[in-house]
């Protein structure tokens, strides 16, 4: 207990030190839980993650938990429809599921830092899946390490997963304590999926800043009777696509816990009197069918088109305007119209390219880029660029 509290001492002091950031560019995973014991919750997390796949295409993975307690898991490196079979499908059985797909913010891509994370904690085992960062993930890991807390991986979510371990006050706290305890603690850009033994817990920062939201799902069970059973996914797109309906997004600070009974809420930490949802998620990250904020993607770039074509109208000789696939296309819609030009393709994609911004080293980018878009020539010919006034 004394241990503990000089551990609790030493990560609150983190509070004072400078912020651990890089210049290296953070971005999101996908993340997705179900609870569902109608439904084969493995299986529907495939398919969810699928949805989500365009979050992370390094590495992925899924984690069930049966009804006597015990936690299944498989991970792999590359798509979702790689890694997944009908035979690794079958093991991972359970009442709810957690699931992963990977972009790596901090860590290197190989195996060991894939997720979902099971650890086993004195409240019984339990599986971590994280979107996000720490701002002081390095700090804290030297503080956990000094405390004596062996480290396996290089990655945020082991930190979390050593935090939310941690018997804080001695005594043995339930999770929704655990859970605020450590967003009181780690600051940081991120959203969790925590899955325990009675519940799936979905929490966000006290900012806002990474998406996360509640889905629900119909289902019957074994007697006939009509059950409405909870989701928890990094975009709305997830629900969509296995039969399901959005219902809000996670609050910035916020806990959500998905069991038997369905759904509650609690603050794990107050908000931020501003929130700071990240605009990349609007330019270029979420999927175009999602909504954020009450607002579908798509309707979003569109008006971010006409906007800038307010702001940076075209030159008076322009013939057309072009969009790059994807994300960009809905942008030049949007400016085409506000500018009374005709729109046109100029580029064809190639779809067996994967995203290319979010390939682990710049390398990889550039090669990717090189081979994701093919000119239609009769499209570009004498046409000006707007870059040429």
Same mark, same amino acid.
């Given at each position: ?205 006290? %900012? ?7 889905? +629900?799902?119909?289902? =019957?069970?074994?007697? #006939?009777?009509? &059950?409405? !059973? @909870? ?97 960009? %296309? ?7 119209? +506000?500018?009374?030009? =005709?729109?046109?393709? #100029?580029?064809? &994609?190639? !779809? @067996? ?37």
């Amino acid at each position: 207990m004394q241990h503990t509290r000089g551990l609790e001492e030493r990560v609150s002091s983190m509070a004072q030190e400078d912020w651990d950031a890089d210049d290296e560019p953070k971005e999101e995973c996908g993340i997705f839980g179900i609870y569902a014991p109608e439904m084969e919750v493995s299986r529907v997390t495939f398919f969810a993650m699928v949805a989500l796949q365009h979050r992370g295409q390094e590495s992925c993975g899924i984690s069930t938990c049966d009804p006597s307690g015990i936690m299944h898991r498989h991970v792999g490196m590359g798509l979702v429809n790689q890694v997944f079979t009908e035979n690794n499908l079958k093991d991972l059985v359970g009442t709810k599921a957690i699931g992963h797909t990977r972009y790596s913010t901090a860590g290197s891509s190989v195996i060991e830092n894939a997720q979902p994370v099971n650890i086993q904690t004195l409240r019984g085992p339990a599986s971590i899946a994280q979107n996000g960062n720490l701002v002081r993930a390095k700090g804290l890991r030297k503080q956990l390490l000094e405390s004596g807390v062996g480290m396996f991986k290089d990655t945020d979510v082991e930190v979390i997963t050593q935090l939310l371990a941690a018997n804080w006050k001695g005594n043995n706290p339930e999770w929704l304590e655990r859970l605020s305890t450590f967003m009181e603690k780690a600051d940081g850009a991120y959203s969790l999926i925590v899955m325990t033994t009675d519940a799936i817990y979905g929490l966000k920062d006290y %900012l806002g800043l990474r998406p996360l939201c509640i889905g +629900q799902i119909e289902v =019957v069970d074994s007697n #006939g009777d009509k &059950k409405t !059973r @909870y989701m928890l996914a990094s975009e709305s797109c997830a629900f969509s696509t296995i039969g399901g309906s959005f219902v809000r997004e996670v609050l910035p600070g916020e806990i959500v816990k998905i069991d038997e009974s369905g759904i509650t809420t609690h603050m794990g930490r107050k908000p931020a009197e501003k929130s700071a949802f990240c605009i990349f998620e609007y330019v270029y990250f979420a999927r175009p069918d999602s909504q954020f904020e009450g607002q579908l993607i798509h309707s979003v770039r569109q008006s971010l088109g006409e906007q800038l074509a307010i702001e940076s109208p075209p030159p008076k000789d322009a013939d057309c305007v072009i969009g790059v696939p994807d994300s960009s %296309l809905p942008m030049a819609v949007g400016y085409a119209r +506000q500018s009374k030009l =005709v729109y046109t393709e #100029g580029f064809i &994609k190639n !779809r @067996y390219i994967y995203r290319t911004f979010i390939q682990p080293t710049n390398q990889l980018r550039k090669l990717g880029v090189a081979m994701k878009f093919c000119p239609l020539p009769q499209n570009l010919k004498g046409k000006k660029s707007g870059f040429d006034r």
